[in-house]
């Protein structure tokens, strides 16, 4: 019996698992049928189905539904005069809902809508019907959806209805506008003067992010045993003096390699392109994938290294050469040996810094990395007498490489999950993915009290002070991350965490919502009936500084109300991997584009109508698709934001 426990066979069964968990998740919770009937000469009927799963249900119309109430809209072509308001076959159910505070009605069976509507005699009829509702089973509900269906009768042409529509649209594009074969409101989607916000990330901010990446760099493997030959190298250029005048430039030569190579990585791929790289889902997998790879080779699985002969040729070119050439072939000589331990922080460095949008944030990443890594180098070069001082390497070293090997692991579900958010695979749902990183964290600080060992550590029979200080620190936060099993917010690191909307048991709960669309053209359609100003939200999977805003932001009960009272918020998600249901060509400036992804055609938006690309980006519009204000990015100061909400809500009240 012991024999049917082998690993491979618990592994099969953890497997088998996850794919029945994963099957679960994937459930439709209501499936939705619909069929067209014409009663008379001018006079149909639409029968709109809902096949509720056995434990579910979905919210009924408002006010009784809620927040998420069900909405039904029925939109004709220009045959259809009228569509009347849909009838249930059976009434909802009430019931009190702890969760919202109130005794709400839901549908928790089968049931069929009746929307009557009229048309021209002798024309063909076409009705666009979309459904927006929400679905909850006894713990949890699922993330409203919105449903869109197509019907036509009367011997519809659909040919000659296309055609029409094309020729109007391309009259437009004729003129300067824009023609799409896409259903949009070209009003709205007119391009707009905006003034260009401030950068979403201080260039101060990137220049200390990177020149602690290059301070952190001197303590791996790769960089520290390269000390005794930066010195040796400098021993032999200049002897006995105190000091050594060729260091600084050492440390130049340094300085101006990396920031050469932050600057040609821009110019080669573009700063924008590097932008949309940091939140594209395939880059994103790349990323993951690497970083697991240099993790596992910190934890002694195996060693990365560049091919010998390079460093090789770089260091016998430095010992043959002399003068400011030997000292720059010894810089590339640092740069290339150390690169198996500096890549993985150049990489993620590179990719936050990108968020600048333009050629300065890279440029100023990789100048403060290089600084950070050229300082101590400089130094040692000027003083020799500072080595003596220097612990040797040794086990304290391999101690550094396994912790920067779980550093590896815990940054790299980041990667993974803009990646898995994109594609809407929900494996990595905010618990899963809280609930890996308090493993991690645990094992870390058990590693750091010698409860677990590699087989490149050394034997300790005791901890040291400074062990038992450094592992209360992921060990406390793992009890911090607890909690956010079950919904809490955990702010300090909500960058890093999938969003709430992804967690299935949430216990954590506001007193206000406010009205929220993914759909640009949807959005507008519902302010413009309600008469309310519109908050434009571009944001992306991959983006952290939009989590950042959403948590110290968009979550406090102060903007909560205020959007709930006076805003539609339209937030478009522009790495949304998703196929739009029909793709788009957009002609535009004189230029085609073919839209394919919900995301392509969001970022197009944005570029298109705001003459911007990076996210977050907000902006408040009139109900004709016009600015109110002028357009912020990242700025966690709710006091601000609600001056600036408080502004273009000032205006458009002005302008009724």
């Known amino acids: 019996m012991r024999n049917f426990f082998k690993p491979s066979v618990k592994i099969f069964l953890l497997i088998l698992l996850g794919a029945v968990s994963l099957t679960a998740k994937g459930i439709e919770a209501v499936t939705w049928n619909a069929e067209i009937a014409t009663d008379s000469d001018s006079s149909g009927h639409i029968t709109l189905t809902a096949n509720v799963t056995d434990g579910y249900h979905f919210y009924s119309f408002a006010p009784d539904g809620g927040y998420n109430s069900l909405e039904i809209k029925a939109e004709g072509n220009e045959a259809v005069t009228s569509v009347g308001e849909p009838s249930a076959s059976i009434a909802p ?64 042409d659909e040919a000659a209805d296309s055609a029409v529509n094309v020729a109007d649209k391309t009259q ?28 979403d990330q201080s260039p101060w901010a990137i220049l200390i992010l990177g020149f602690a990446g290059g301070l952190a760099a001197l303590l791996t493997p790769c960089v520290w045993p390269l000390i005794p030959m930066t010195l040796s190298f400098f021993l032999k250029q200049k002897k006995g003096g105190k000091f050594n005048s060729g260091a600084l430039t050492y440390g130049a030569a340094i300085v101006i390699i990396y920031l050469v190579l932050g600057i040609a990585i821009t110019l080669i791929f573009g700063a924008g392109k590097l932008n949309e790289l940091s939140t594209n889902a395939i880059f994103n997998i790349i990323f993951f994938l690497l970083l697991v790879v240099f993790a596992i080779s910190f934890f002694g699985a195996f060693d990365i290294k560049l091919p010998q002969k390079w460093s090789n040729a770089m260091d016998s070119k430095a010992e043959s050469t002399s003068g400011v050439i030997s000292i720059f072939f010894m810089a590339f000589t640092l740069v290339l040996v150390s690169f198996s331990c500096t890549g993985p922080i150049i990489g993620t460095l590179l990719v936050e810094a990108a968020s600048q949008g333009n050629i300065l944030g890279p440029a100023l990443g990789m100048g403060g990395f290089a600084l950070g890594l050229a300082v101590p180098f400089t130094l040692f070069a000027f003083f020799p007498g500072m080595l003596k001082e220097m612990p040797k390497s040794g086990g304290w070293l391999n101690s550094v490489k396994v912790v920067l090997g779980f550093c ?48 490149h550590d050394d034997k300790k029979d005791h901890v040291g002070v400074g062990r038992f200080i450094l592992a209360i620190f992921p060990l406390a936060f793992a009890v911090y991350l607890l909690p956010g099993l ?19 048991f949430n216990l954590y709960t506001h007193d206000t919502h406010y009205v929220e669309f993914s759909d640009y053209d949807e959005g507008m359609s519902y ?130």
């Open 486 to 504: 079950w919904g809490a917010p955990l702010k300090a690191c909500s960058a890093f965490v999938p969003p709430l909307e992804t967690q299935d």
């Open 93 to 156: 159910e009430s019931h009190y809902e702890e969760s919202q505070g109130a005794e709400l009605s839901s549908w928790y069976k089968d049931v069929t809508f009746t929307i009557p509507f009229t048309f021209e005699a002798g024309k063909g009829y076409k009705i666009a019907l979309k459904v927006r509702y929400q679905a909850c089973d006894a713990t949890s509900c699922l993330t409203p959806k919105s449903v869109n269906l197509t019907l036509t009768g009367n011997g519809y």
């Open 172 to 199: 437009g594009a004729e003129n300067g506008g824009l023609s799409t074969n896409a259903a949009i409101n070209a009003q709205w989607w007119e391009p707009v003067k905006t003034t260009t916000p401030t950068a």
């Open 408 to 455: 590896e692991l815990i940054l790299s579900l980041k990667f993974l999950s803009v990646a898995d958010m994109a594609y809407g695979w929900r494996i990595l749902d905010r618990e899963v993915f809280i609930s890996i990183w308090i493993v991690l964290f645990v094992m870390l600080g058990l590693y750091l009290l010698g409860k677990i060992r590699f087989g």
């Open 527 to 656: 302010a413009k009936e309600h008469n309310m100003p519109v908050l434009m939200d571009f944001s992306g999977y991959g983006c952290v500084n939009c989590r950042n805003m959403e948590s110290a932001v968009f979550d406090t009960e102060q903007v909560r109300g205020m959007l709930a009272e006076n805003y539609v918020v339209v937030k478009l998600m522009v790495d949304d991997k998703k196929e739009l249901v029909k793709p788009m060509e957009v002609k535009a400036d004189g230029s085609t584009y073919n839209l394919e992804t919900v995301g392509e055609k969001w970022a197009f938006l944005q570029s298109y109508k705001f003459g911007a690309n990076s996210q977050p980006y907000y902006i408040v519009l009139d109900n004709e698709g016009q600015p109110l204000t002028d357009p912020v990015y990242y700025d966690n100061s709710v006091e601000k934001f609600m001056l600036w909400l408080n502004g273009g809500l000032e205006r458009y009240n002005s302008n009724r």
